[in-house]
C-alpha cells in the first residue's frame, strides 16, 4: 500500500544535505509552507541554496533561516518587499549570493527542469542588465536569451488536500509556484492543512498527481 | 493649467480598453484602472500569481486570506474566473494572450523602450518581479505615470537612463498632461489635459513631440 504521509516533522525532513536547493513554494504569505521551514530551520541542513519567488519578511520561516546563516545564496525575482530586513542587511554585508531572476523566467526555469528541458529561449530580458552574459538568438524574427532548468534537490510545498498517494489539491490563489515547484526537484515534500481518503479527490480538480510528490505531513491551518 | 489626478487618468486608460480584453494592470496606480470599468463591461483582469478574472476588493466580512493579488492586496474572483499556478500564468503572459498591460514607469523613450525596475546600476537590493515577462510578452503595453519626476525632470526621454526593462515595447503613454502614441517618428500627442498647452508640455518634456 502507497502511504506518502509521513508522521513527524524529523521524518518529513529527514536527510536534507547541507548544500541542498531548496524549491520553496507560495506568492508573499499565501500557499508558503511556513511549518516545513520551521522544519527545516530545526533540521539543521546549512549552505543551502533557496529558490523562491520573495525572499521572506519578518524574522520567521525563510527570513529566520537566512538570519541563521544557512542560506549561502538565494535565487528569486522579487526579494525586496515591506519586513525583508533580513535580506537586506545580509545583502547588503555581503553575506548573501543574490541571483535576480524576471518571474516568468523563473516560474518556466522549474517547469523546464520538471520537464526535462534542459534550457529554453525567451524574449524576457533581452537588452536589460539580466541577460548580460548570456547567450542570445534570434528565432523567429526576434532576440532571445537562452535561459536554464532550475531543478532542486528539495521542493517545500503548502497544499490545501493531500490523499496517501501524495494527490494534492490547492485553495484559491495558494496554488501560485507551489504546482511549478512539486515537479522540479528530486524530494517533494507537501504541507497539507487537510487530509483526504483515496479516491475522494476530484480527479478533474488535483492540482499536483502524487507522482511529484514525495513526503506529505499533515499540518491542520 | 489643470493636470489630470490619479483618478482621471485611470478613468482616461478604463475608456480606452474595449469589452473582452484580457488585461493585467501593474502594481501602484495601473491598479486604479479597474475601478473604473464598469462590471457590465466584460473585461477580464489577470494577475500574474495566478488569477484570471480578479474582481475588485472584498466587502467587509467577506475577506479571504487565500485570494491575493500581485500586489499582494486582497481581492475577489468574478464569475468566470479561474485559478492557475505560476507558470501557466506566465505563460499567458509570455505566451502573447494577454491583449494588454498597463505598467506604471520611471522612464519611457520615444523608441517605446521602458525602465521600471531599478533606478541605479547598482541598487542595493533589486527586484524585478515579472516586469520584464509583461513588457515583453503582452500584446500591448501601455505605460502611466506622472510626466515628470517630483523635482520636474522629463520621464519621456530620448534614451532611458536607468536599467531598461524591455526594448521598443511600449504603445502608448498615459500622463497627468497627455496621452501620447509611440510611432515611428518618437512620441505623437493625442489628447492634452484640459488647460495644458503645447507650449507647456514641450516645455515639460525632454523627448521630441509631435501634434
Known amino acids: 500500500m502507497i502511504d506518502k504521509f509521513v508522521r513527524s516533522m524529523a521524518e518529513a525532513m529527514d536527510g536534507i544535505k547541507d548544500g541542498s536547493v531548496v524549491l520553496l513554494g507560495g506568492f508573499g504569505s499565501v500557499g508558503q509552507p511556513d511549518a516545513l521551514l520551521d522544519g527545516l530551520i530545526e533540521q539543521g541542513a546549512r549552505d543551502l541554496v533557496v529558490v523562491a519567488n520573495n525572499a521572506g519578511s519578518g524574522h520567521v520561516g525563510l527570513a529566520r533561516l537566512m538570519e541563521l546563516g544557512r542560506v549561502r545564496r538565494i535565487v528569486c525575482s522579487f526579494p525586496r518587499s515591506a519586513g525583508s530586513v533580513v535580506f537586506e542587511e545580509l545583502y547588503r554585508a ?19 527542469a520538471g520537464a526535462g528541458v534542459g534550457a529554453f529561449f525567451t524574449p524576457t530580458s533581452v537588452g536589460t542588465k539580466l541577460a548580460e552574459g548570456k547567450e542570445q538568438r534570434e528565432i523567429n ?41 512539486a515537479t522540479a526537484a528530486r524530494t517533494t515534500i507537501v504541507q497539507t492543512h487537510h487530509v483526504a481518503e483515496l479516491g475522494s479527490l476530484n480527479p478533474e480538480a488535483i492540482g499536483t498527481p502524487g507522482i511529484f510528490v514525495d513526503r506529505v505531513l499533515h499540518v491542520p491551518g | 493649467m489643470s493636470l489630470w489626478t490619479r483618478t482621471e ?25 479597474a475601478d ?5 463591461r466584460e473585461v477580464i483582469f489577470h494577475s500574474e500569481n495566478g488569477v484570471l478574472g480578479m474582481g475588485p476588493a472584498p466587502v467587509t466580512g467577506h475577506e479571504d486570506k487565500w485570494l491575493i493579488n500581485a500586489g499582494k492586496q486582497l481581492v475577489t474572483l468574478r464569475a468566470g474566473g479561474a485559478y492557475v499556478h505560476h ?31 531599478a533606478t541605479s546600476e547598482n541598487d542595493t537590493a533589486p527586484a524585478v ?9 503582452a500584446r500591448r503595453l501601455w505605460v502611466m505615470m506622472e510626466h515628470t519626476t ?15 526593462t524591455a526594448l521598443a515595447c511600449v504603445k502608448r503613454v498615459y500622463t497627468n498632461m497627455a496621452v501620447l502614441e509611440v510611432t515611428n517618428a518618437g512620441f505623437k500627442v493625442v489628447e492634452m489635459a484640459p488647460g495644458v498647452t503645447r507650449e507647456a508640455l514641450i516645455a515639460a518634456t525632454i523627448a521630441e513631440l509631435t501634434f
Open chain 2, 150 to 164: 517630483k523635482d520636474g525632470r522629463s520621464k519621456l526621454v530620448k534614451k532611458c537612463g536607468y536599467p531598461l
Open chain 2, 87 to 117: 507558470a501557466d500564468s506566465f505563460a499567458m503572459i509570455r505566451g502573447g494572450h494577454l491583449d494588454l498591460c498597463v505598467l506604471g514607469a520611471f522612464e519611457v523613450a520615444e523608441n517605446g523602450d521602458i525602465a521600471n525596475w
Open chain 1, 94 to 112: 555581503g553575506k548573501l549570493e543574490l541571483e535576480i531572476v524576471p518571474q516568468g523566467t523563473l516560474a518556466e526555469r522549474m517547469r523546464a
Open chain 2, 9 to 33: 487618468m485611470a478613468a482616461r486608460v478604463a475608456a480606452d480598453i474595449p469589452e473582452g480584453w484580457y488585461v493585467n494592470l501593474g502594481i501602484g496606480i495601473p491598479t486604479m484602472v
Open chain 1, 141 to 181: 524574427g526576434r532576440m532571445m536569451v537562452l535561459e536554464h532548468a532550475l531543478h532542486g534537490d528539495i521542493a517545500l510545498v503548502e497544499a490545501w488536500q493531500a490523499d496517501r498517494w501524495g494527490n494534492l489539491t490547492y485553495n484559491k490563489s495558494g496554488r501560485n509556484f507551489n504546482a511549478v515547484m
Open chain 2, 129 to 137: 518581479g515579472g516586469a520584464m515577462d509583461l513588457a515583453a510578452g
Open chain 2, 36 to 40: 473604473h470599468v464598469a462590471p457590465e
